[in-house]
């Protein structure tokens, strides 16, 4: 079945290197690929986005949003498919338009707050939202362990949840030789290189990871911790880097899409030091995964079992600094081991970590809603290229 939808995702800017952006561009660039019509609505200006996509700016303001999404959908859409906790736009235009709405939920928004304000309307508001939630067609969570607040949270009935886990395209991150991506990099060959690519966000667990690296570099001099990313937390993880002396640590900043496999590619270990009860399918994992490169990761939500039942690294405890640099040190020390895991994980992601796998599943959800619509409305339906100026 071939569908029209519109694709909302309108707190998401596309120039900037994040998840978010990366998620909603290779998630829309398969639908496309899988024969669908998309129109995806960002914050992004001006933005070139992939031949087969439609792509609008969202206003400013909610009525405007709520205006362009509604001008989109009206006669057109088959589904509106929004990325975002709290449903207010794809729940008023699903409203307006007669259109099925599907919400991805890809976090806890609860989670990510560090001492969130006292509100005395906080109750109503989650009352409300959860009313929203409610009212979509079907959800997709993309870990068990969203699918289970969104439960417990909102009490939503567990057959309308699927979880549908994020991917990776393994044309774009995939095996480098490593001697190459080190000389690109100015990285020496006897480096021992371990890096994190991601968010500098407290939920992350870089600060542990420093503390691991500090451990490993008093036992051996040669360690090298390539820190990739920007956000909230990266002043003060430098602060910390300078404070403590710690001139094996290098900050990369925010980098490129396209950089990533070659910082990757330039490493022995990867590293995913998530902190307890994180809930999250963390993209990072996926892209170390297709590289090849054995990872050591935290015991939370589905990561940790993904990791063991692939065979593709080691699992620790989370806010174990002491765990976590035990574990690199084996890998570091276990070379052949090491390699061993990360061609196992490649093997796991072409198995079915792929972005195409995320879009085909995603697509059934998509279809299973709109086949329902059109029982109800007693009406078959194809999918055509959305033609009215956006």
């Keep these: 079945m ?23 561009q290779e998630l829309t660039d398969h639908l496309v690929g899988l024969g669908h019509h998309v129109v995806l609505v960002t914050s992004t200006p001006d933005h070139a986005v992939s031949t087969g996509i439609v792509h609008a700016t969202a206003p400013a303001s909610t009525p405007g949003q709520i205006s362009l999404g509604w001008r989109l959908a009206r006669r057109w859409a088959d589904v509106i498919y929004e990325r975002r906790v709290s449903p207010k736009l794809s ?4 409203k307006l338009s007669r259109t099925p709405f599907v919400l991805e939920v890809n976090g806890v928004l609860e989670d990510e707050v560090e001492n969130p304000p006292s509100n005395r309307w906080r109750p109503l508001r989650l009352k ?31 057959d309308r949840i699927a979880v549908v886990p994020n991917g990776v395209s393994p044309e774009r991150f995939f095996p480098s030789e490593k001697t190459s991506c080190r000389t690109s990099l100015g990285l020496r060959p006897s480096d021992q290189v371990v890096c994190y690519i991601g968010n500098m966000a407290r939920w992350q667990g870089v600060d542990l990871l420093m503390d691991a690296a500090d451990t490993l570099h008093s036992r051996r001099s040669s360690i090298k911790l390539l820190l990739a990313g920007d956000g909230p937390e990266l002043q003060d993880l430098k602060a910390k880097a ?5 001139g094996f640590v290098d900050f990369l900043g925010p980098v490129s899409y396209d950089r990533i496999p070659e910082i990757i590619g330039a490493s022995d270990v990867a590293v995913a030091p998530l902190a307890r009860n994180r809930k999250a399918s963390p993209l990072k994992v996926f892209e170390y995964m297709a ?28 806010g174990d ?52 619509r059109q029982g109800v409305q007693g009406r078959t339906h194809e999918g055509t290229a959305y033609r009215r100026a956006t």
């Design 321 to 372: 600094p002491d765990g976590l640099a035990d574990a690199i040190e084996w890998l570091l020390s276990h070379p052949e081991q090491a390699e061993a895991m990360g061609v196992k994980g490649r093997v796991a992601i072409i198995q079915g970590g792929t972005w195409e796998a995320s879009a085909r599943r995603t697509s059934l959800v998509l279809a299973g809603v709109v086949r329902k």
């Design 242 to 246: 300078k404070g403590r002396n710690l």
């Design 2 to 24: 071939v569908m029209n939808i519109l694709f909302l995702a309108v707190d998401v800017d596309l120039r900037r290197n994040r998840g978010d952006s990366i998620h909603v």
């Design 128 to 158: 409300i939202r959860g009313s929203m939630i409610r009212r979509a067609s079907s959800i997709i969570a993309v870990s068990d362990g969203i699918r289970r607040d969104l439960l417990t949270r909102y009490a939503i009935p567990s």
């Design 91 to 94: 729940f008023t235009i699903s």
């Design 291 to 318: 590289c090849g490169r054995p990872i050591v990761v935290s015991d939370v939500d589905e990561v940790g079992n993904f990791v063991r039942m692939s065979g593709c690294g080691i699992v620790v405890n989370p």
